[in-house]
């Protein structure tokens, strides 16, 4: 089987062997269990193997692998008829022919974004995950394989996140994501409440959301995913020594999720459970501040620290501010 160019084998949204299954692929991010069975017998072989006339080759030569090159042949001519029937019934082409009174039928494990409203002025963030080793890969993250069958479900997918890593980090970030819709709602949680009184904050104008702190986030393929599913799940801000990758960094920032660093010579000690509180953060990101005053709420008390967020383009401070680029598009 030959496709086109497309993403998906590091996602492992190819083709699925059967457990136990035998396949050789040439494909990128050929690790374990990457192609969504487990387990599994695979193995990776050069472009140069993978073509058609080796295949054929490598069966006319009894199954030993040979190359297209080592076997005599001659091609013969073929009379070759475009037939597009099968487009025309099963592809719509609906180019300059608009139906807006049509409904769009969503399939079963097909679902919508949800709602990412705007940030507040004041932000405060829970705490999720405190991921101390030295690479966070996009895998660890959101993994890949069983959960490529959820990459139209966001929803559904967001139940994956960190679920090798951090396996209590979904249930963690929902409960801080319940605790902003009932702030929406003008119902304000008791413990929002109370980490507000210590910090001097005020949750009408406070954004509420989860926060994951890892040495350096992000390294590996370019997945959407590991930044998008954080965002479902009500995450608002990462904050790392450095991201792994500009890709990983760009998604956080196209899903409204603030970038935010600290300095490299200082350690952070904030804990799961911990809060973080950001006064003035919309302001400040729209107004090109780059040094962000915060205070980290703990049990211990609550401490000055400082986050940085550095290199923000004038468009990428708008897109951060509305939420995410979705938001960004459909208010300009």
């Known amino acids: 089987m030959m496709k086109p160019a497309f993403c998906g084998p590091c996602f492992g949204a190819g083709d699925t062997p059967c457990n136990n299954g035998f396949s050789i692929r040439h494909a990128t991010r050929n690790f374990p269990n990457r192609e969504g069975s487990k387990p599994q017998n695979g193995q990776i072989s050069f472009v140069a193997l993978m073509d058609a006339r080796s295949i054929a080759a490598t069966a006319k030569n009894g199954g030993v692998l040979t190359a297209a090159t080592d076997i005599d042949y001659e091609v013969p001519e073929f009379n070759y008829i475009y037939d597009d029937s099968i487009y025309e019934k099963r592809v719509y082409d609906g180019f300059g022919k608009p139906q807006p009174e049509t409904e769009l039928r969503f399939g079963p494990n097909i679902a919508d974004w949800p709602k990412m409203p705007a940030f507040e002025e004041d932000l405060l963030l829970k705490l999720c995950a405190v991921i101390e080793d030295e690479v966070t890969t996009t895998d660890e993250l959101i993994p890949s394989g069983e959960t490529s069958s959820y990459r139209s479900n966001p929803v559904g997918l967001s139940e994956f996140t ?49 926060c994951i702190f890892a040495n350096k986030p992000g390294d590996g393929s370019a997945r959407e995913q590991a930044a998008s599913c954080q965002k479902v799940l009500g995450g608002c801000a990462n904050i790392c020594y450095e991201y792994a990758t500009k890709r990983y960094r760009s998604n956080c920032i196209n899903w409204g999720i603030i970038p935010f660093t600290i300095d490299k010579t200082t350690e952070f000690s904030g804990k799961v459970g911990d809060w973080v509180y950001v006064p003035g953060i919309r302001s400040a990101v729209l107004g090109g501040e780059e040094t962000i005053p915060a205070k980290l709420i703990s049990e211990e008390g609550v401490c000055d620290i400082t986050l940085y967020c550095k290199g923000l383009t004038g468009e990428e401070k708008q897109i951060v501010t509305d939420g995410c680029l979705m938001n960004y598009y459909a208010k300009n």
């Open 162 to 210: 960190l679920s090798r890593r951090v396996p209590e980090y979904v249930g963690r970030s929902k409960a801080v994501r319940e605790m902003e819709e009932k702030r929406q709602s003008g119902s304000i949680p008791e413990e929002v409440k109370a980490v507000l009184e210590k910090a001097g904050g005020n949750a009408e104008s406070t954004t509420v959301g989860s």
